[in-house]
């Protein structure tokens, strides 16, 4: 806009914004207050006391929220206790069937080689080596892997994401790098690896064999002595080591002479049996005929 040869501006938001930044609902409301002056009487003391009040009911109800929550915490502690002495206990039976298995297991392998021939029950127990079905002994390498150190936060405590924890898929590799450089026989954490052996990871659990497994987690294996060199120059071996030392994953493995690594559970194998030959449906009188080739329909005598 321009008068007598003079240009003005109309000033933007932002300066406006900066030069009156009381909303002006406010500054009648201020102007009001600074007229009437300060509360007094009823208009004083009414807002005092719905303030008291209120206080007073959140106290109420956090004191009473209070005294439930520690009444009902003798009950969950002691339903968390019952089902730790549940886990114990069932731990405990099942050590001592597996116990008892292996006992009856050796007996039936000595009943077993008091029956056969010399040469027969050797053939059995090389095969039994070979499938993971009996006890094995020798040189080999034993790798140790364990999770990262759960790092938490300093103000909240709570604990983040671990970056370096043991997978099943990182078991998978090791195992199978292993049995590429000539491993004869695995164990991961006791438990015996067969051509029919899982590993899988079930929520925050890693299965082996359907069993669970607790880090830190041994991988160990029977081999040539070339097989620490082979596994220390296989891509898993190298993955691993990448690993420890981006997110601090533990990884080693060392030649361990004289090691004995247990049978695998013998597996509950299913058979296939061929279905029963289905029955020719019978043949109406026209299709049958009383010399010739039989019919195509089975039919013919």
């Not at 303030?51 to 956090?62: A, C, E, H, Q, R």
């Not at 049995?179 to 954490?189: K, L, P, Q, V, Y």
């Not at 497994?213 to 071996?237: C, K, M, N, W």
């Not at 002479?257 to 061929?274: F, K, N, V």
Request: no cysteine; hydrophobic share 40%.
């Amino acid at each position: 806009m321009t008068e007598q040869g003079k240009r003005t501006y109309t000033p933007d938001f932002l300066t406006e914004l900066f030069r009156n930044p009381l909303d002006a609902g406010y500054v009648d409301a201020a102007a009001r207050r600074a007229d009437s002056g300060p509360a007094t009487g009823w208009r004083r003391s009414v807002p005092r006391a719905v303030s008291l009040l209120t206080l007073v009911v959140l106290g109420l109800l956090l004191s009473v929220a209070y005294r439930q929550t520690m009444a009902a915490e003798p009950s969950r502690s002691n339903a968390r206790a019952g089902l730790v002495e549940q886990i114990k206990q069932r731990e405990a039976e099942n050590a001592a069937l597996t116990a008892r298995a292996d006992g009856l297991r050796a007996e039936v392998a000595r009943q077993r080689d008091a029956a056969l021939s010399g040469s027969a029950a050797a053939n059995l127990r090389n095969l039994e080596a070979a499938t993971g079905l009996g006890r094995v002994r020798g040189d080999g390498l034993v790798v140790r892997v364990a999770d990262a150190p759960v790092t938490s936060d300093a103000v909240t405590g709570a604990g983040g994401t671990n970056l370096g924890r043991v997978l099943d898929r990182d078991l998978q590799d090791i195992a199978n790098a292993l049995w590429s450089a000539g491993a004869e026989a695995i164990a991961i954490n006791g438990q015996r690896l067969t051509a029919m052996s899982t590993i899988r990871a079930a929520g925050g659990a890693i299965l082996v064999d359907f069993k669970p497994v607790i880090g830190p987690y041994e991988v160990s294996a029977i081999g040539p002595g070339q097989l620490e060199r082979r596994f220390r120059d296989s891509a898993a071996a190298r993955l691993m080591e990448s690993v420890s030392e981006e997110y601090g994953t533990s990884f080693e493995f060392r030649g361990v002479d004289d090691l004995t690594l247990p049978a695998a559970t013998e597996p509950r194998l299913r058979y296939a049996t061929p279905s029963p030959r289905p029955t020719a449906p019978a043949s109406s009188g026209s299709s049958a005929g009383t010399g010739g080739s039989p019919s195509p329909h089975g039919g013919g005598r």
